[in-house]
């Protein structure tokens, strides 16, 4: 069988990676009813079960851990409606150590200012123990999570985005090279963990942790600089007299046409722009219109002031008035 996953807070980005990973086991033979029994406590214990798991480096028992008992029921609803698999991921209220406990991977998805809380809970060094713990708190590093977690704690961060929710996603993990004498075998066996996990929302790519902060402006923050672009593009639509609907629909697939031309072919931004581009037609025409408006270096820069704002997200408060010039 696989391992047992417990998710630490169900936000957006919880609910988007236990749902890609549920997605993607869409196994042969689904547990009938349900794969566990709740005990008093609300934590429950695995019923055995014939499904056959066919990656080992994916999980066959899930634990969803939230603070409060109406994120159950709502949580539930979602997830019913997936159907299948769906069903069997356990909601539980209020009992993260012991769930922890159970678990053999743990992903953290708690708001960034609770992380402390939760890791430094009576009991929960012990249920931490020896395990493999992923962190997608946008501005937690490593080094902090370290003081509150036992030193046989593995740990990797995690910076997933939105389109995860639709298995687009852009996931970048820290190496786990640089954690004190793991075996290689232990190493190998996480990065393979964490591959799966994140590919089964999308791609997903190691990179140091000192370029967190870049790839939580460029994939954390882009879908929303991305989302101001297509919406403009399809305001030039309307005012063009296209119906509203349909240009949206245009400028959305258009942009994931090009996008995906670049990731597939490998195709440069600029060749794909070049060929587009017939002299005195409308593409450059329309391009040296973007080109006054300075679209490129606002949306770096758009970039670069994301980078430097997240910089300062889960680090300890500046002295007041520190931040006025961001308002």
């Known amino acids: 069988m696989g391992y047992t996953l417990c998710v630490i807070g169900c936000g957006t980005m919880g609910v988007a990676i236990l749902s890609g990973v549920v997605d993607t086991l869409k196994w042969p033979s689904p547990f009938p009813n349900g794969i ?30 939230v603070s409060r008992d109406d994120s159950v029921r709502k949580l539930k609803r979602t997830f019913d409606a997936l159907g299948g698999l769906g069903q069997s991921i356990q909601f539980i209220a209020g009992h993260n150590v012991e769930s922890v406990a159970q678990a053999d991977i743990i992903i953290l998805c708690s708001k960034p200012h609770q992380a402390e809380g939760i890791l430094t809970a009576h009991g929960m060094a012990a249920a931490l123990e020896g395990k493999l713990l992923i962190s997608i708190l946008a501005g937690v590093k490593i080094s902090q999570m370290r003081d509150w977690v036992p030193a046989s704690t593995r740990l990797i961060r995690a910076m997933p985005n939105t389109p995860c929710k639709i298995r687009e996603g852009m996931t970048v993990l820290s190496s786990p090279d640089a954690e004190l004498h793991t075996p290689v075998h232990v190493l190998a066996r996480d990065k393979e963990i964490c591959t799966s996990i994140f590919s089964s929302i999308g791609r997903a790519r190691f990179l140091d942790e000192k370029h967190f902060d870049a790839c939580t402006a460029l994939s954390g923050s882009g879908p929303a600089f991305a989302c101001i672009f297509l919406e403009a593009m399809a305001d030039g639509g309307v005012m063009m007299g296209l119906p509203r609907a349909e240009a949206l629909e245009l400028a959305a697939q258009t942009l994931q046409g090009a996008a995906r031309m670049t990731l597939q072919e490998g195709a440069h931004p600029a060749a794909i722009k070049d060929t587009v581009t017939t002299p005195g037609g409308c593409t450059i025409a329309g391009v040296l219109m973007l080109e006054d408006g300075r679209v490129r270096s606002t949306v770096a820069r758009a970039i670069q002031v994301a980078t430097e704002r997240a910089s300062e997200l889960g680090q300890p408060a500046k002295p007041a008035g520190y931040r006025h010039h961001h308002h």
Do not use: K, M, N
Request: aromatic letters at 4%; charged letters at 10%; glycine letters at 4%.
């Open 36 to 65: 566990t029994h709740s005990s008093p406590s609300g934590v429950s214990t695995p019923v055995p079960t014939l499904a056959t798991v066919p990656d080992e480096s994916l999980p066959s028992r899930f634990i969803a851990c």
